[in-house]
T-cell receptor
């Protein structure tokens, strides 16, 4: 069965610094991969997704992620953190072999942005 | 605007009571899902449905029940058999293609008093 691991439950970054959130998946077949953001007491909002078209995926709010098959990774980055980026981020995987697709979510990474 | 609505936003329940959480979508999605979210545990799948009048248990279905009588609606009942029901509950929907995105509602926070 596929799974997804997010390294680091909490990340603190300075405003203007690089944001790097790590996500690794375990699967012999490259899955579909997603990053979501969640603000307090709200639902999840899609940031970006990888569906095998291009390995570098650009999303909303200046975020991007790169799919690396050799490393089974899909790390999320943003060059310059903004205070509004403080939220929880979830990586999710959906198997390409599924006829419709059950999602598996990572445990989440809480991002704190300091002035 | 198309989207997913969940009600109520906050819900309080006494121990031993059943309670039903509402989820409605107007995105014309075939699939709908219920997740439970606890701090530090990510999202855990309770039930999902691909089509009207059909649904399957997820990873933590014990103590929960659902129905799917209409395409737009997928209510979740938290029964008294659920031992630790205090949590944040999220409803989601998607089309059924392999690369299709799940879209989420705003959530319902259930607290058992």
């Amino acid at each position: 069965a596929q799974s997804v691991t997010q390294l680091g439950s909490h990340v603190s970054v300075s405003e203007g610094a690089l944001v790097l959130l790590r996500c690794n998946y375990s699967s012999s077949v490259p899955p579909y991969l997603f990053w979501y953001v969640q603000y307090p007491n709200q639902g999840l909002q899609l940031l970006l997704k990888y569906t095998s078209a291009a390995t570098l995926v650009k999303g909303i709010n200046g975020f991007e992620a790169e799919f690396k098959k050799s490393e089974t990774s899909f790390h999320l980055t943003k060059p310059s953190a903004h205070m509004s980026d403080a939220a929880e981020y979830f990586c999710a995987v959906r198997m390409t072999t599924d006829s419709w697709g059950k999602f598996q979510f990572g445990a989440g990474t809480q991002v704190v942005v300091t002035p | 605007d198309g989207g997913i609505t969940q009600s109520p936003k906050y819900l309080f329940r006494k121990e031993g009571q059943n309670v039903t959480l509402s989820c409605e979508q107007n995105l014309n999605h075939d699939a709908m899902y219920w997740y439970r979210q606890d701090p530090g545990q990510g999202l855990r799948l309770i039930y999902y449905s691909q089509i009207v009048n059909d649904f399957q248990k997820g990873d933590i279905a014990e103590g929960y029940s659902v129905s799917r009588e209409k395409k737009e609606s997928f209510p979740l009942t938290v029964t008294s058999a659920q031992k630790n029901p205090t949590a944040f509950y999220l409803c989601a929907s998607s089309m059924t293609g392999r690369g299709d995105t799940q879209y989420f509602g705003p959530g319902t926070r259930l607290t058992v008093l």
